[in-house]
């Protein structure tokens, strides 16, 4: 399954969590867009069956690498 990243998420709210583990609470989508473009940041959606769905502000490049990661110790 593909993670929706940045305008991808149609969810109208989100649980927002940063990079740290920092919880920003539920926020509407477009507030948490423009969190994370001021931190040069992309926005991921990490878990889209919670409600509301839960994403994590976080570099992109960073979340697949980690994502691959997990993959191979799984195998």
Do not use: F, W
């Not at 539920?26 to 889209?48: C, F, H, N, Q, Y």
């Amino acid at each position: 399954m593909k993670a929706r990243i940045n305008h991808q998420i149609k969810a109208p709210e989100l649980r927002v969590v940063t990079a740290e583990g920092e919880n920003l609470g539920v926020i509407t989508t477009e507030k948490a867009l423009a969190e994370a473009k001021a931190r040069g940041l992309d926005l991921i959606e990490i878990s889209p069956n919670a409600v509301p769905p839960v994403a994590k502000i976080m570099d992109y490049g960073k979340y697949q690498y980690d994502e691959k990661k997990k993959e191979k110790v799984a195998k």
